[in-house]
């Protein structure tokens, strides 16, 4: 089983729809979630981060935690064409006493116009 | 704040040779982690560094190494390059403080492919 998984997709939504994408992962103990977006050829940029059940929202993002299902999941809310891109899901866990970080394969979006 | 640098930003190396990635974080981060991305792949964690000390290492054969330095600068050498080490090496930052802002910010990358 793999630490964190994610539909690899794509996942196609018409313009103005919301985008539901989500991530399940395999440490009970995990901590920190986070979801970066990664526009083709270029690197992560991070957009939100959960630490707490429930949900949180930033803008037209709201990133939701269920730690009990160990899931988390990023809705987009009136989709537009620039959101389409890679949604990479990251827990972070502890590792040898550490703290590292895992990511998913990430979600291919396409907002179609 | 400045982001994250890396440099080369571009690099074409032949099999068999060696390359040398260079990072600098955020300034005040501590943490220093490096992947490798490839299609199908996606991001695998190489290690991670941390006041000039390997914390975590995944699942990367010994080719492939590291160091930090004591301004939180790293690098990452790769040794007798392999055709299938053409990727894109990410360097991501953060403060790694224990607590709950520990967010990792990445670099621009450095792609790699070795003829």
């Known amino acids: 089983q793999k630490e964190v998984e994610q539909n690899s997709g794509p996942l196609s939504v018409p313009e103005g729809a919301i985008a539901s994408l989500n991530c399940t992962y395999s440490?009970?103990?995990?901590?920190?979630f986070f979801w970066y977006r990664q526009y083709s050829g270029k690197s992560p940029e991070l957009i939100m981060s959960?630490?707490?059940?429930g949900d949180k929202e930033d803008g037209r993002f709201t990133a939701q935690l269920n730690k009990a299902s160990q899931y988390v999941s990023l809705l987009i809310r009136d989709s537009q064409p620039s959101d389409s891109a890679t949604y990479l899901c990251?827990?972070?866990?502890?590792?040898?006493?550490?703290?590292?970080?895992?990511f998913g394969i990430g979600t291919k979006l396409q907002v179609i116009p | 704040k400045a982001g994250v640098t890396q440099t080369p930003r571009y690099l074409i190396k032949t099999r068999g040779q060696q390359v040398t990635l260079s990072c600098s974080p955020i300034?005040?981060?501590?943490?220093v982690s490096w992947y490798q991305q490839t299609p199908g792949q996606g991001l695998q964690f190489l290690f991670e560094?941390?006041?000039?000390?390997?914390?975590n290492k995944g699942n990367f054969p010994g080719r492939f190494s590291g160091r930090q330095f004591s301004n939180s600068r790293s690098e990452m050498n790769v040794s007798t390059l392999e055709l299938g080490d053409s990727a894109l090496y990410l360097c991501?930052?953060?403060?790694?403080?224990?607590?709950?802002?520990?967010?990792?910010?990445f670099g621009p990358g450095t792609r790699l492919t070795v003829l």
């Open positions: 991501a930052s953060s403060p790694m403080t224990g607590g709950m802002n520990d967010e990792q910010f």
């Open positions: 300034s005040g981060h501590r943490s």
């Open positions: 959960i630490y707490s059940n």
């Open positions: 440490d009970r103990g995990s901590q920190s």
């Open positions: 560094y941390f006041s000039e000390t390997q914390r």
């Open positions: 990251a827990v972070m866990h502890n590792s040898g006493g550490y703290q590292k970080v895992t």
